[in-house]
Each structure stands twice: as C-alpha cells, then as structure tokens.
C-alpha cells in the first residue's frame, strides 16, 4: 500500500465547475499538508499549505485536512480553464523528513 | 514563496556525456536540498538529499556514482548526470529547504533533459 494514495484521473470538467480533488494517506504521523499545482514541463507550484485539520481558504481554492480520517482535499471553485494541470498532493512527518507526493491528478477544464 | 532559480531548463546531449543542472535559492539559505526526477505523467520521485557542506544521501535504487550532487554553499546546489543514458532522460527538479523549517517546500522549474 501506497503512503499517499490520489486518483490520477484524468478529471474532466466544464468551465465554471467545482472541482474536488482528493487523497488519502495511512501514515497518521503526517503533519503538515500541501496541494502543488503543475503544467505541463514546469515545476510544481505551491497553492496551499495547512498544518491542522479543518478549512483552510485562499480565494478560489479551499483545502480541507481530516486528520481522523487520513483524507485531505481541494476544492477550486469556478474552474477556469487556466486551472488544467495537474494538481500533486503532498505531505510531510515534519522535521526534515522527506515529503511524500501522491500520483497527481490531471485535471482539463474546458469552455 | 521562495525563489527558487534552476538551470538549464532543457538540455540535450548525447549518450556517454555528463551534464550539470545548477539550483539556486535566491532569497533564502538553503541548509537542506532535495533533487527530484519525473518521468512523463509520473509523480516527483526523491532522489537524493544533501545537506550543506555534507555527503548526500540516496534514496534506495538511486546510483550515487551516476547523480553526483555537490552542495557546497548555502545558495547553489548541484546535480551531474555522468556517462548519460537514453534511460537518464527525464524532468529534474530541485527544491531547497532552509531554516526556520515551516515545512513548506519550494521547487525549481526543472531541467529537461534528453539524452540521445
């Protein structure tokens, strides 16, 4: 079993859609939680970064952490088309241990 | 976020040649870099980690007589692929850590590199 487990899609959606993306993970020492977005032959860009469990929201994109349930998620709303990328989860045990990506998953958000 | 300066972002070269791909943090130390690798429609694989002045450490499967990083300052870090192979080909993408460790972490844009 994967330590980070994320459906790589791809997703498919039409302009002005919400968006859910989401992964799971089994290592409850996991403490700090990051969604990177990356296109295509770019490095990964940092969207959001949360500690604790609950909301966390930052214009368009809201992350959501459940550390009971070892699940965290990102919400865009209003897709833009400007959104297709793929979104990584990322976490961490913190310290300097090394940080755990989930597959990615792609997402095409179309007019 | 942190400024993170990686280059080349593309190189070619042909097999049995080395290439260096540099990775910059411009406005902060770096006590701690990571080199990632990425094969089409994969996730970042860690590769190694170095700390300043110290030997890197290679994750299981990496050959650090193949990916030689130098980190000798606190700003510039290094990765040479030596002797590149068709099978080296991939996207090699940097990502500093420095103190105090809020546990973000930045990347490079990445290196594109095609061996032919």
């Known amino acids: 079993q994967k330590e980070v487990e994320q459906d790589p899609g791809p997703l498919s959606v039409p302009e002005g859609a919400i968006v859910s993306l989401n992964c799971t993970y089994s290592?409850?020492?996991?403490?700090?939680f990051m969604w990177y977005r990356q296109y295509s032959r770019k490095g990964p860009e940092l969207l959001m970064y949360t500690y604790s469990s609950g909301n966390k929201e930052d214009g368009r994109f809201t992350a959501q952490v459940d550390k009971s349930s070892k699940y965290i998620s990102l919400f865009i709303r209003d897709s833009q088309p400007s959104d297709s990328a793929t979104y990584l989860c990322?976490?961490?045990?913190?310290?300097?241990?090394?940080?755990?990506f989930g597959a990615g998953t792609r997402l095409a958000v179309h007019p | 976020g942190a400024v993170v300066s990686q280059h080349p972002s593309w190189v070619i070269c042909k097999s049995g040649t080395s290439v260096k791909i540099e990775c910059r943090s411009l406005d902060f130390q770096a006590t701690t870099m990571f080199w990632y690798r990425q094969f089409p429609k994969q996730s970042l694989m860690l590769m190694a980690t170095s700390n300043e002045g110290s030997k890197a450490t290679y994750e299981q499967g990496v050959e650090k007589d193949k990916f030689l990083i130098n980190h000798a300052s606190l700003t510039l870090s290094t990765l040479t692929v030596t002797s590149a192979h068709p099978e080296d080909s991939s996207f090699y993408i940097c990502?500093?850590?420095?103190?105090?460790?809020?546990?973000?972490?930045?990347f490079g844009e990445g290196s594109r590199l095609t061996v032919l």
């Open positions: 990502s500093p850590r420095g103190r105090p460790n809020t546990g973000e972490l930045f």
């Open positions: 990322a976490m961490i045990a913190g310290g300097y241990n090394k940080l755990i």
């Open positions: 290592n409850s020492a996991f403490q700090y």
